[in-house]
C-alpha cells in the first residue's frame, strides 16, 4: 500500500509533540526518532516514549549517542550548571551540533523509509537563542540532504518541514491542543527529576509555563 511517510524529531516536549501531531493532520504516516544522547536526564527520553504511543506513530526508533562526551553544555556535562535565570547570548544549555546531528540521523532513517518529509520542532520566537533553530540552518540543512543522499541527487529529494518557525508558544499550544496533543504527558525541563516532574525555574519551564498562561490553557507540568 503506498503511503507518504514522514520521520519526526521527538524529543518529549511540547514543540515536537505538536509537530508530531500536525504531521498526523496532514496525513503522514509518522516514524518518530528520539536520542539517547547523554543528556542531564532521561525523563525526556520516556515522556517520548508516552507521546508517540498516545498519538499512535507507526515506529519510534531511540538512538544512542555520547554527546556528553564532547560536553560544552549544561545538558550534557554535570560541572555545568544549569542557569536559573535570564541571560544575555547563547546560553550554556546550547549543545554543539545536537540539531545538525539529530537531523542528519534522521534523513538516514528517511531515505531508509523512502520518506520524503522530515520535521523538527525548532522554533525562531520564543526560543532561548540557539544558532541550529534558525530558519537559516534549517534551509541550509535541506541543500545539505539534497546533495549527500542518492534519493536526493537521483531527484528523489527531502524536505526539512519545521512547521512552528515562526509561532510563539502560546500559539503552539493551541495548535497542539486543537490536534488532541495532551501536554501532560511531555516534559520540557533542562533539569527534570527521575520523575519528570520540573524544576520550574530555567529557561524551558519559564518558555513553557508563560506560553499556557498566553494562551490562557491550565498548565499540566508536574513541578518539583
Known amino acids: 500500500m503506498s503511503e507518504k511517510k514522514a520521520v519526526i524529531l521527538l524529543s518529549g516536549g511540547l514543540d ?7 504531521a498526523q493532520a496532514e496525513g503522514y504516516a509518522c516514524y518518530s526518532m528520539s536520542f539517547d544522547y547523554g543528556q542531564r ?11 508517540a504511543r498516545q498519538l499512535g506513530v507507526v515506529e519510534h526508533k531511540v538512538i544512542g549517542l555520547n554527546l ?10 554535570s560541572s555545568i550548571a544549569v542557569p536559573e535565570a535570564p541571560g544575555e547570548g547563547i546560553p550554556v544549555t546550547y549543545v554543539p551540533a545536537r540539531n545538525t546531528v539529530f537531523l542528519a540521523l534522521a534523513l538516514g532513517w528517511a531515505e531508509v523509509l523512502e520518506a520524503h518529509e522530515i520535521f523538527i520542532g525548532v522554533n525562531a520566537v520564543d526560543y532561548s537563542g ?4 534558525r530558519p537559516a540552518f534549517i534551509e541550509a540543512f535541506e541543500r545539505l540532504a539534497n546533495l ?14 519545521a512547521p512552528l518557525q515562526n509561532l510563539g508558544k502560546a500559539e503552539i499550544i493551541q495548535v497542539g491542543l486543537r490536534h488532541g496533543v495532551d501536554y501532560g504527558l511531555t ?33 499540566p507540568t508536574r513541578y518539583i
Do not use: M, N, W
Not at 16 to 22: D, H, P, Q
Not at 68 to 77: K, M, P, W, Y
Not at 148 to 161: D, L, P, Y
Not at 193 to 217: H, I, P, Q, Y
Open 16 to 22: 515536537s509533540a505538536t509537530v508530531l501531531a500536525l
Open 41 to 51: 536526564h532521561r525523563a525526556e527520553l520516556r515522556a517520548a516514549e508516552r507521546v
Open 68 to 77: 556528553d562526551g564532547i560536553g560544552g553544555s549544561a545538558l550534557t556535562d
Open 130 to 133: 540557539y544558532p541550529d533553530c
Open 148 to 161: 549527500a543522499t542518492k534519493a536526493g541527487v537521483e531527484g528523489r529529494g527531502f524536505h526539512i518541514q
Open 187 to 219: 516534559v520540557s525541563c533542562y533539569q527534570a527529576d527521575e520523575e519528570g516532574r520540573a524544576c520550574g525555574k530555567c529557561d524551558s519551564c519559564r518558555l513553557r509555563a508563560a506560553g499556557f498562561a498566553a494562551a490562557g490553557v491550565a498548565d
